[in-house]
């Protein structure tokens, strides 16, 4: 989508300090930290929230959970644990319409969230 945020930063219009990337998803250090290690994996076709998952792009996100537990055992976080969470829109706090999961890890975590 031209407007938006995430699908110019995939397209390398505008710059996002990269950590993986493969044919489906593209993952990049949150540019705000909320952890020592905070970045969000994308799909890269336009999928607006969790809540326009269905069963014909479903398969996007199980792929990003796979790469999820890749980068945490990569990174070296998988075994202290950490937090994958997705805003869904207004009263989620969803600020950048395009599917994403933060992955926050190096702290201990709250519950419940703010
Ligand atoms: P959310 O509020 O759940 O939609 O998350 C959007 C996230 O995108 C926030 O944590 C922002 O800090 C992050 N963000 C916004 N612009 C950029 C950018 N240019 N590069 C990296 N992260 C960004």
Redesign the pocket.
């Known amino acids: 989508m031209s407007d938006c945020?995430?699908c110019k930063?995939i397209a390398g219009d505008?710059?996002?300090?990269k950590v993986y990337e493969d044919e489906v998803c593209y993952a990049?250090?949150?540019?705000?930290?909320?952890a020592p290690t905070?970045f969000?994996v994308v799909p890269k076709a336009h999928i607006q929230s969790v809540s326009q998952v269905t069963a014909e792009n479903s398969a996007v996100v199980a792929h990003i959970f796979e790469i999820i537990a890749k980068l945490a055992q990569e990174l070296g976080f998988a075994e202290a644990g950490y937090r994958v969470?997705?805003?869904v829109g207004q009263a989620?706090?969803?600020?950048?319409?395009h599917l994403?999961f933060?992955v926050l890890a190096g702290r201990d975590m709250t519950w419940p969230p703010g």
């Not at 989620?92 to 319409?97: A, D, E, F, K, L």
């Open positions: 945020l995430f930063i505008i710059p996002s300090s990049f250090y949150d540019i705000a930290p909320q905070h969000l969470v997705s805003n989620g706090q969803q600020s950048v319409p994403h933060h």
